[in-house]
């Protein structure tokens, strides 16, 4: 398979790029087919939120990095769309946040258990949790092949990094007791309703901002309480529900199409 070459001067040429990675990883394993379904739809919702950070995305970016900081055991749920767009970030993110990384598959095979360890391997992680006979603890009332965890890790933690999930999980996470923090872009979507934090974001922009942002306040657990205080993710989802019904309003007014690269719309 020949990839493409993108023209730079191509108006959606990062999204173009990043649909190239998917397939690239498609093929080489590491991506499940509805992997790539699962990307369309989250670019759907992206090109409706602008395809910007909005600023309900950076203050869930804040309230995920002040959880991270001032929990006891992070596990940072890797799969294989995360895998193939932002490995080199979870494994600063899981560096800054003293995190653990466990993969952790809907369509799980020990094959792309493998592929997906050995990306993050390359990308400079020294530990990946969840990989083939390791992952041998349960969630209770799952179905999924997700169920399935690593007791040092999921099994454990305290708080649950899922970018990109399926509702049952995250739902029977929070139920075991365990705060969840999704990455997704659809803030209809049941992950994003059940999360105790939900960054409504790309996971291509949202991770580095929670990298920069877990380490920018590290140094300051106070305003961490402080974030966490003032944050409600209801209301925070709410906003993000309004900001695309004022867009699309925006848009309609307009009649007349709009890319969005001229479009000058605050945040
Ligand atoms: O690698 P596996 O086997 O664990 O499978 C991973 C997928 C993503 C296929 C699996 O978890 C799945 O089927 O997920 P869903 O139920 O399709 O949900 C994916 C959610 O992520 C949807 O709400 C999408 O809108 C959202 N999404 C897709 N791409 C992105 C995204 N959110 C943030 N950033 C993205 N790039």
Do not use: W
Request: hydrophobic residues 40%; glycine residues 6%.
């Amino acid at each position: 398979m020949t990839a493409i070459k993108i023209p730079p001067e191509h108006p959606r040429a990062e999204s173009l790029r990043i649909r190239e990675k998917l397939v690239e990883h498609y093929h080489k394993g590491v991506v499940a087919t509805a992997g790539l379904i699962a990307h369309g739809r989250g670019e759907a919702f992206d090109y409706i939120l602008g395809e910007k950070t909005t600023k309900p995305a950076l203050n869930a970016i804040k309230a995920a990095a002040a959880t991270l900081l001032t929990t006891e055991k992070a596990v940072i749920s890797v799969n294989g769309n995360t895998a193939a767009l932002v490995a080199e970030e979870i494994v600063r993110l899981a560096n800054v946040a003293k995190a653990k990384i466990e993969a952790n598959l809907f369509y799980r095979s020990f094959e792309r258990e493998l592929k997906i360890k050995e990306l993050l391997e390359k990308a400079g992680a020294r530990e990946v949790l969840g990989v083939s006979e390791d992952a041998s603890a349960r969630i209770p009332e799952l179905g999924s092949e997700r169920r399935r965890v690593d007791p040092r890790g999921i099994l454990v933690a305290d708080v649950v990094l899922v970018p990109l999930e399926d509702g049952d999980r995250t739902e029977a996470l929070v139920k075991m007791g365990k705060k969840v923090i999704a990455i997704d872009l659809n803030p209809l979507s049941r992950t994003a309703q059940e999360a105790t934090i939900t960054i409504v974001d790309n996971v291509v922009r949202a991770t580095p901002k929670l990298v920069e942002t877990t380490g920018k306040l590290k140094q300051d657990l106070k305003k961490c309480q402080e974030i966490l205080l003032n944050f409600d993710n209801k209301e925070n989802l709410a906003e993000s529900i309004t900001l695309i019904k004022e867009r699309l309003s925006k848009l309609a007014e307009k009649g007349e199409y709009l890319t969005l690269e001229d479009e000058k719309h605050e945040f």
